[in-house]
């Protein structure tokens, strides 16, 4: 197995932190999307823990999916399969 150059070793520092910060932002419009309403209606305080726990569980797996999409499409690539 060959070393990686430094651009390879750049490039896949710049893919990890796009994908976190992209996962990031898409957890936290998930999480908006499901407890948007008790911040816009006044609802009951057992409906608001109801849907914050929804809203974090939706976002955790937005945030893993995201992650897991973004790095899988950069390791499939052509030029990354380290030869």
Not at 64 to 76: C, D, I, K
Request: hydrophobic share 55%; with cysteine.
């Amino acid at each position: 197995m060959e070393r990686r150059t430094q651009a390879d070793r750049d490039a896949i520092t710049i893919e990890i932190g796009y994908a976190f910060v992209s996962a990031c932002f898409a957890a936290a419009l998930a999480f908006g999307a499901v407890y948007g309403p008790v911040l816009a209606f006044s609802l009951s305080p057992s409906t608001g823990r109801i849907l914050a726990v929804a809203g974090g569980v939706l976002a955790a797996v937005v945030f893993l999916l995201r992650v897991v999409h973004v790095l899988l499409g950069f390791a499939r690539r052509p030029e990354n399969d380290g030869r």
